[in-house]
């Protein structure tokens, strides 16, 4: 059993390391290779396509494109741009703060694929890596989840506890832990970033693909016209439709129906408002519908939706398989050695790309051995270990979304470009927050 798993996961690890090869749509071609092998070949029941995330994807993908058409994304990169112009290298601090702080309001990171875009924007036009900030800031979209009071996992802990029969701890004492220890991880991530890679003027390789004609040249403020009365519309109507998404995260109450006993889905409401904005920007700005699809933001979201309609599709098949062994496996390993709990959330989460069920799966099994809730809660970062294998949704969108090509999967699939920051954040939140912990409780 164990070669087997041992031999799926290969194939897995082919599927990602052909696909990046290639790069673009391969990804998620190659990752439907992958998931025929593990059919034909292990018998791998596949199992339902990841449509939930595709949807919200082409959702706020499409709202993103209307204000592409209609200049709104210039015209939002020139505010962000009038920010860091003092020192330019501050993109890589401001954008992962900006998305920690949108995810942990709407208690998801998928509110980060319509800044993608205005990060790449900001940082090529100053001449900064793209990957340092777009990296850094899709790491802590996902790291704002383990701390945002209306994300899925937030609420499995809280139910865990409270069935566990520690009602005392709860949201209160996670926001007292989480908060702060995930927002120090983001920070030294993002200090860590600004020294990652060459800069463009001194990257061969970017400074050949320019010379070539296969990267778009960055414009400077100057040569840009003027900025137009339907940008301005498009960019303020967009960042409305984002703030209702940030509203109803916050404040569920605002999206139960009259009758209703919860909450319409997160998921559904995201894709109900960013489309409803795409229409309202159409129809405010007249921009030519034509015009859309042929955006940057349109190209990249699409070939991102097909990259996981492929390769997230693989994961989940993988793990939904061999779960019975996997998750068992891990609690074997904190059975003996209970500090080493916040490993097991860590590489189970890489395998259930998922921050709530890695929470709803293992936790449990912290508490029957016995690790004090503080330290629980402190180890909660630990479930973002989601982008050690590059297939989830925001890494694949990040990738595409940086025309510079400097945010990619290296040739041995485990040296991308969200590794480092993506083990600096989730390691000094989780030590962050046992300081947390023990100093407060």
């Given at each position: 059993?164990?070669?087997?798993?041992?031999?799926?996961?290969?194939?897995?690890?082919?599927?990602?390391?052909?696909?990046?090869?290639?790069?673009?749509?391969?990804?998620?071609?190659?990752?439907?290779?992958?998931?025929?092998?593990?059919?034909?070949?292990?018998?791998?029941?596949?199992?339902?396509?990841?449509?939930?995330?595709?949807?919200?994807?082409?959702?706020?993908?499409?709202?993103?494109?209307?204000?592409?058409?209609?200049?709104?994304?210039?015209?939002?990169?020139?505010?962000?741009?009038?920010?860091?112009?003092?020192?330019?290298?501050?993109?890589?601090?401001?954008?992962?703060?900006?998305?920690?702080?949108?995810?942990?309001?709407?208690?998801?990171?998928?509110?980060?694929?319509?800044?993608?875009?205005?990060?790449?924007?900001?940082?090529?036009?100053?001449?900064?890596?793209?990957?340092?900030?777009?990296?850094?800031?899709?790491?802590?979209?996902?790291?704002?989840?383990?701390?945002?009071?209306?994300?899925?996992?937030?609420?499995?802990?809280?139910?865990?506890?409270?069935?566990?029969?520690?009602?005392?701890?709860?949201?209160?004492?996670?926001?007292?832990?989480?908060?702060?220890?995930?927002?120090?991880?983001?920070?030294?991530?993002?200090?860590?970033?600004?020294?990652?890679?060459?800069?463009?003027?001194?990257?061969?390789?970017?400074?050949?693909?320019?010379?070539?004609?296969?990267?778009?040249?960055?414009?400077?403020?100057?040569?840009?016209?003027?900025?137009t009365r339907e940008a301005?519309?498009?960019?303020?109507?967009?960042?409305?439709?984002?703030?209702?998404?940030?509203?109803?995260?916050?404040?569920?109450?605002?999206?139960?129906?009259?009758?209703?006993?919860?909450?319409?889905?997160?998921?559904?409401?995201?894709?109900?408002?960013?489309?409803?904005?795409?229409?309202?920007?159409?129809?405010?700005?007249?921009?030519?519908?034509?015009?859309?699809?042929?955006?940057?933001?349109?190209?990249?979201?699409?070939?991102?939706?097909?990259?996981?309609?492929?390769?997230?599709?693989?994961?989940?098949?993988?793990?939904?398989?061999?779960?019975?062994?996997?998750?068992?496996?891990?609690?074997?390993?904190?059975?003996?050695?209970?500090?080493?709990?916040?490993?097991?959330?860590?590489?189970?989460?890489?395998?259930?790309?998922?921050?709530?069920?890695?929470?709803?799966?293992?936790?449990?099994?912290?508490?029957?051995?016995?690790?004090?809730?503080?330290?629980?809660?402190?180890?909660?970062?630990?479930?973002?270990?989601?982008?050690?294998?590059?297939?989830?949704?925001?890494?694949?969108?990040?990738?595409?979304?940086?025309?510079?090509?400097?945010?990619?999967?290296?040739?041995?699939?485990?040296?991308?470009?969200?590794?480092?920051?993506?083990?600096?954040?989730?390691?000094?939140?989780?030590?962050?927050?046992?300081?947390i912990a023990r100093l407060?409780?």
């Amino acid at each position: 059993m164990t070669i087997s798993i041992l031999m799926q996961f290969a194939v897995v690890l082919a599927a990602i390391w052909v696909g990046s090869r290639q790069s673009g749509v391969g990804l998620g071609l190659w990752g439907a290779v992958g998931l025929l092998v593990l059919m034909v070949g292990f018998g791998v029941t596949p199992t339902s396509p990841p449509v939930d995330v595709m949807l919200i994807i082409i959702a706020v993908i499409m709202a993103a494109s209307v204000m592409d058409a209609a200049g709104g994304i210039d015209f939002l990169v020139r505010i962000a741009e009038r920010i860091i112009r003092a020192n330019p290298k501050h993109v890589t601090i401001v954008a992962p703060l900006t998305t920690w702080t949108f995810t942990f309001l709407a208690g998801t990171g998928h509110i980060v694929y319509p800044l993608l875009p205005v990060i790449y924007e900001v940082a090529h036009q100053n001449g900064i890596r793209p990957e340092r900030p777009i990296a850094v800031a899709t790491i802590a979209s996902q790291q704002a989840i383990t701390a945002s009071p209306v994300a899925a996992a937030t609420a499995a802990m809280i139910g865990l506890f409270a069935a566990s029969g520690t009602p005392q701890w709860g949201l209160p004492q996670i926001l007292m832990i989480c908060v702060p220890s995930t927002l120090i991880g983001v920070l030294v991530a993002a200090v860590v970033s600004t020294f990652l890679g060459k800069d463009l003027k001194d990257d061969p390789e970017y400074q050949a693909r320019l010379k070539a004609g296969t990267i778009p040249a960055p414009k400077a403020p100057g040569e840009r016209p003027p900025v137009t009365r339907e940008a301005r519309v498009s960019a303020l109507v967009f960042l409305a439709g984002v703030g209702l998404v940030v509203l109803f995260g916050f404040v569920p109450s605002l999206r139960m129906l009259p009758g209703g006993d919860k909450p319409v889905p997160m998921p559904i409401t995201i894709e109900i408002v960013m489309l409803a904005t795409a229409a309202v920007m159409l129809a405010l700005t007249r921009t030519k519908v034509d015009e859309v699809p042929k955006t940057a933001t349109c190209r990249a979201g699409i070939v991102a939706v097909v990259a996981i309609f492929g390769l997230a599709w693989l994961g989940d098949s993988f793990i939904a398989a061999n779960k019975d062994v996997i998750v068992p496996a891990i609690g074997h390993m904190t059975e003996a050695a209970p500090w080493a709990f916040a490993f097991g959330l860590f590489f189970a989460s890489v395998l259930l790309y998922s921050q709530a069920a890695t929470t709803r799966a293992l936790m449990p099994l912290g508490i029957a051995l016995g690790i004090p809730p503080q330290f629980l809660i402190a180890m909660f970062p630990s479930v973002n270990g989601y982008f050690f294998i590059p297939t989830y949704g925001s890494l694949i969108a990040a990738i595409n979304f940086d025309l510079s090509g400097t945010t990619r999967i290296g040739s041995f699939v485990l040296n991308h470009s969200f590794m480092i920051p993506g083990v600096v954040a989730t390691g000094t939140a989780v030590a962050s927050g046992l300081l947390i912990a023990r100093l407060v409780f």
